[in-house]
């Protein structure tokens, strides 16, 4: 059985952080491209950022670009979110996602993915 389990979510003001973690079980995941999604109220999923498994490839959403960095450890088989300058439109249900056939190329592209988080919730206050 593949569990993947997000922490870290909560409740911050503007311009304020939080690091968000994916932790893995069930499988060996070293060798998957894993990711962040969000999905806000009343918006489709969207893609945040992904991270190969050796962290040589590594892409963003321009909505976060050098505000979040994505990064793994996979000696413990999580994956990290680290959120700094957060806008209240970032608030969302972040979800992590990882799948062994993924590229860093298609990263992007949810219905690729074959395993799920249960989502964090991240809400920014104005």
């Known amino acids: 059985q593949v569990q993947l389990v997000e922490s870290g979510g909560g409740l911050v003001q503007a311009g304020g952080s939080l690091r968000l973690s ?3 079980s069930g499988r060996t995941f070293t060798s998957y491209v894993k990711a962040w999604f ?7 999923r969207e893609f945040v950022a992904a991270i190969s498994w ?3 490839g590594i892409s963003y959403a321009n909505s976060v670009k050098g505000r979040f960095t994505i990064s793994r450890d996979n000696a413990k088989n999580t994956v990290y979110l680290q959120m ?3 806008k209240p439109e970032d ?3 972040y979800y992590c996602a990882a799948d062994p056939t993924v590229g860093i190329s ?7 993915y074959s395993y799920w988080g249960q989502g964090t919730q991240v809400t920014v206050s104005s």
Not at 38 to 44: D, I, L, V, Y
Not at 106 to 112: F, G, I, K, N
Request: with cysteine; aromatic share 4%; glycine share 4%.
């Open 38 to 44: 969000r999905q806000a109220p009343g918006k489709e």
């Open 91 to 93: 608030t969302a249900v």
């Open 54 to 56: 050796s962290s040589s």
């Open 22 to 24: 994916c932790a893995a």
């Open 84 to 86: 700094n300058s957060l």
């Open 106 to 112: 298609r990263a992007y592209s949810q219905t690729d």
